[in-house]
């Protein structure tokens, strides 16, 4: 009954070496997201897409970036992971934008940068 | 702004013992409040919320929280842990001065529940 399923559970990679985190839904949510959290501190919001509208936080750094080829699908891309990008990458949803809808978040990705 | 602060880094609750997980807000208008757990190495799984109406909110698990305006605060409650419900617990409130989009959460409660 998995809804937001994130691939890999675990991502190894070298410092500077892309890397792609991926979050697939089986709810036909609207907004998908992308967190980041460090050593179970609060998740930090990276950007959104809002159907096929993009909106990226104002303090995400440039090194991330996102695609949203459907509904299901959505991929954050790291071009040029450092150290400090270390953390767990959570994937959430929302049915749409309305400010009482709750998120559902996948697993995560244990992202480490070797 | 909004925010939210979770005063409490943890919490210690023998089991059978009722418990409190602590969450204040600061918010321009109509708050609205969730809380969230996250179990070790998953993602977070929604507990209850806030919109309006009443304010004692039943949520998961055997979950409740009051609201309380007067106090800004939306602790979470539960009358008799279990050892399960260890975990990392998160206030959060939707940022209404983004649209809504954004979910801003509290640094989180690590509530050990001992046997």
């Known amino acids: 009954d998995a809804m937001v399923i994130q691939n890999p559970r675990y991502q190894v990679t070298q410092f500077g070496k892309p890397v792609t985190l991926s979050c697939s839904q089986t709810?036909?949510?609207?907004?998908m997201y992308w967190y980041q959290q460090k050593s179970s501190q609060a998740p930090k919001l990276l950007f959104h897409?809002?159907?096929?509208?993009?909106?990226n936080e104002a303090d995400t750094p440039d090194n991330f970036q996102s695609r949203r080829p459907n509904t299901s699908f959505c991929f954050l891309d790291i071009r040029s992971p450092g150290l400090g990008d270390a953390a767990m990458y959570l994937c959430a949803t929302s049915r749409d934008a309305a400010s009482n809808e709750k998120l559902f978040f996948g697993s995560g990705t244990q992202l480490s940068v070797l | 702004a909004q925010s939210v602060a979770q005063p409490e880094d943890q919490v210690n609750v023998a089991e059978g013992n009722p418990l409190t997980v602590k969450c204040t807000y600061s918010v321009s208008g109509n708050p609205y409040l969730f809380w969230y757990v996250q179990y070790p190495n998953r993602g977070l799984q929604f507990l209850l919320k806030y919109i309006t109406g009443d304010n004692l909110v039943k949520g998961s698990y055997g979950f409740e929280a009051e609201f309380n305006k007067s106090q800004t605060s939306f602790h979470l409650k539960k009358p008799s842990a279990l050892v399960s419900d260890s975990a990392l617990y998160f206030c959060?409130?939707?940022?209404?001065?983004?649209?809504?989009?954004?979910?801003?959460f509290g640094a989180g409660t690590r509530l050990f529940v001992k046997a």
């Open positions: 709810l036909n949510h609207n907004v």
């Open positions: 959060a409130v939707r940022d209404l001065n983004t649209g809504g989009f954004k979910t801003i």
């Open positions: 897409y809002y159907d096929k509208d993009f909106n």
